[in-house]
């Protein structure tokens, strides 16, 4: 801009009036500014609200995963106790039946029926064997042993019995 010289330099309303409207356009920028500085601390403390809401949040999910993963673990333990106990339990059992068997074929000549049994008496041993060897490599299914997928006429049948006598 320029101003107009008079006999003491340039034209004192002139330059008044420059910066007047400098002041003006100053102060409405750090008006605008200021707005926006309140405006970014308002979303800042938004923000910071949200954010410690979820981190609570994330405190409360480790600790229900945790709780989660301790319990499961308790169960694993509980049903491992409980399967130690039923392994134990058919050894008990085996052993009686065997010994039961075994009086039998002395009091009894073998017949079809004894055959049978004493057939039972290997699929029992060998099922042991293989709850035993599977004890020391993968897991016991549980589940598949509770709920075969095979009838007993095919698991059977897989030992070399016919299921049908």
Same mark, same amino acid.
């Given at each position: ?54 981190? @609570? $949040? ?6 229900? =995963? &945790?709780? #989660? ?6 169960l694993n333990n509980l %049903? ?24 039998? @074929? $002395? ?6 029926? =004894? &055959?049978? #049994?004493?057939?039972?008496d290997g699929l029992i041993?060998?099922? %042991? ?7 020391e490599g993968e897991p ?13 006429? @095919? ?11």
């Amino acid at each position: 801009m320029k101003f107009d010289l008079t006999e003491n330099g340039y034209s004192v309303e002139q330059v008044d009036a420059y910066l007047s409207r400098i002041k003006q356009v100053y102060e409405e920028i750090i008006k605008k500014q200021r707005e926006y500085l309140d405006k970014l601390k308002e979303e800042n403390g938004e923000l910071l609200t949200k954010n410690k809401k979820f981190e @609570e $949040e994330k405190e409360t999910l480790a600790k229900a =995963i &945790k709780n #989660a993963i301790d319990k499961t673990d308790e169960l694993n333990n509980l %049903m491992t106790k409980k399967v130690s106990k039923e392994i134990a339990s058919l050894r008990s059992f085996r052993t009686k039946w065997s010994d039961y068997l075994q009086k039998l @074929e $002395e009091q009894y000549p073998v017949d079809d029926k =004894i &055959k049978h #049994a004493k057939e039972m008496d290997g699929l029992i041993g060998e099922a %042991m064997d293989q709850i035993e060897s599977e004890d020391e490599g993968e897991p016991f299914d549980y589940n598949e042993a509770i709920h075969p997928t095979e009838s007993l006429a @095919e698991l059977l049948k897989s030992f070399g019995i016919d299921g049908e006598k």
